[in-house]
């Protein structure tokens, strides 16, 4: 069921259709029993207007960072230790105690509060979130009108975070004009693939291809709980190149750099030529289809049809539509504003995949996170 109830698969053409609540296999990498636990807690500093300007003014200035390893500290101490102007920390100050990041400690001074600290194991998923609201909330007040009038000329704008270029030569200004938003999409990937690997086996196949696999944290993810799976990720250039960079920052921080090397590569392959590498057993797509057109999704389901072998699974996890007469669209939630007229209902890809030779085996909701997992396999 999805969408507030509303029957959205054909049930002719599905195996099964559920909704899933909860989580039963850990965050590995945060060792957190329950992955929702990490978006419930982030939200709430995501909400509204005020608060967070004031949560991103504190991570900007220091501020977090002077409290996180003392008991507490009077604005007047911290304003001569940030080198910032002492009554506007104090209004600062007064305002994050009012949105729950601060709270009293002593005589005088402030702290930070229980609910905030219990947000910062999560702190960079807070800070990725933090950064694309800004961008969009900027960009809305700049060309929301104008993208309802003309959204092909200027949907563009509310986007433009994102620089999806798939030049083969690229430059160092390219490449670190890339890092902020594949920083931003390897983060969410993070806290996204739990759910994933919660409720599908990857073990279905041995080598697997990551379409727009982004800089291999899903790849990374996957080759841990399977070792004995190999992904190739394929993605333009320059996110191939920040994937290898990546790769190297997380096995090292794992330990496991040398096997990391021999079970996750990259492939640059631009996905709007519609071709891909053949030898593989298995593909997925993760938040990649809403970023295209019809017309482009569907070359790219063409293209995977061709490069999967018969009995092959093909794994679409992406975000569901938004029925906003079913549900409100949350402050916390305004980053996804620029797509909702992207993300299609699951009996889109149900019908498209069918006509490709898949066969849909399952259709599943996560709730917590507002995806959705289409398990299929090629006849």
Known sequence: MLEGGAREVDLAKVGAVGERVGSRDPCHHRHVTNPAIPWERVAFYLDGLIRPSVVGAALELGLVDRLEGRAGASPDVLARELAVDARELEILMDLLAQHEVLAPHGDGE?????????????RDLLEAQLDYQRHVTRAMTSHYASAVREPHRFLGALI????FDARPNFDAALLDASRPWVRYMSTLTRYHVPFLLDAYDFS???RWLDLGGNNGEQAIQ??????EATVTVVDTPVVCALGREHLERRGGEGGDLARLRDAVRFDAVDLARGALPGGFDGAIAKSLLHDWNEE???????AVARALPPGAPFVIFEGERYDLKQ?????????NLPFLSHYRPASWYVD?????????????????????LIETSRS
């Open 110 to 122: 402030l702290t930070l509060a229980t609910r905030f600290r219990e947000v910062l194991p999560y």
């Open 160 to 163: 433009g975070f994102f620089h």
């Open 204 to 206: 279905r196949a041995r």
């Open 222 to 227: 996957i080759a841990r709980r399977h070792p």
């Open 296 to 302: 482009g999704a569907r070359r790219i389901l063409d």
């Open 327 to 335: 549900r409100s669209l949350p402050d916390a939630e305004v980053a």
């Open 352 to 372: 498209e995949l069918g006509r490709r030779g898949f066969r849909v085996e399952r259709v599943e909701r996560v709730a917590e996170i507002h995806f959705m």
